[in-house]
């Protein structure tokens, strides 16, 4: 059997020093997440990044920069993610639009906060991606290429 890890993308928005969360209903009750979400097929990782955002906060983005790739191997499941996280800037909100099914509410919270809810974190990529954050990792979006 062929083994492959899914493919994710993450942004990490900042805005007056709250950072852009989801709340989601999981098998395992509420959990916060980055805005994040699945690569699609012939979809590059920008704009999957940009898609997921909006899809599930009602915000448009403009992504800044990489801050990191990720790899995960869920615990209890057969499972690995490659999760490849952004940063961006809010464009516009769009509050009229219904957020992806799932979705309980986004939410703007500050580090702190963040790291308080660390138990109820989606997976230990919340917290990573959001510390390297702070910590000043950035990569050019130039590193990435779509070849179509």
Not at 38 to 66: F, K, M, Q
Not at 75 to 83: G, K, M, N, T
């Amino acid at each position: 059997m062929d083994w492959a890890p899914h493919v994710t993308v993450a942004t990490i928005v900042e805005q007056d020093g709250r950072f852009l969360l989801v709340e989601e209903r999981t098998e395992d009750g509420p959990r916060f997440n980055q805005p994040a979400g699945h690569l699609e097929r012939d979809e590059s990782l920008l704009a999957a990044a940009v898609r997921e955002t909006l899809e599930e906060t009602a915000y448009s983005i403009e992504l800044r920069h990489l801050v990191g790739i990720y790899r995960w191997d869920h615990p209890s499941r057969d499972l690995a993610y490659l999760r490849f996280a952004f940063a961006g800037r809010v464009l516009a909100h769009h509050p009229e639009r219904p957020l992806d099914h799932g979705i309980l509410r986004a939410v703007w919270l500050t580090p702190d906060e963040i790291r308080e809810q660390a138990p109820r974190h989606r997976s230990p990529l919340v917290l990573r991606c959001l510390e390297d954050h702070l910590s000043g990792r950035r990569h050019g979006l130039e590193l990435l290429h779509h070849v179509a």
